[in-house]
């Protein structure tokens, strides 16, 4: 999360072998990354396309960002 006036810079190599790794340990959660990261869908929206609860989607998504969140981290460790 940023405040206003800040900016994110994404290393989109690091973010592809992260979301590739995630896609192998659980296709559900890349496919959340996928439809709310690229696609711009509401988690409700999510829920209907993946055919699972809001309860699950929401879980999905704060697991898949957490496990991004550290994939990146360590990314930027190995960078330096």
Known sequence: HTSAGQQVEI?????????????ELSPR????????????????DVADVVSVSLATVKRDWTM?????KRELDAAKLTDC
Do not use: S
């Open 11 to 23: 290393d989109f190599i690091a973010l592809e072998d992260a979301l590739a790794k995630l896609r």
């Open 29 to 44: 959660q890349a496919q959340v990354v996928d439809l709310r990261f690229f696609g711009g869908l509401a988690l409700e």
């Open 64 to 68: 898949a960002r957490l496990f991004l």
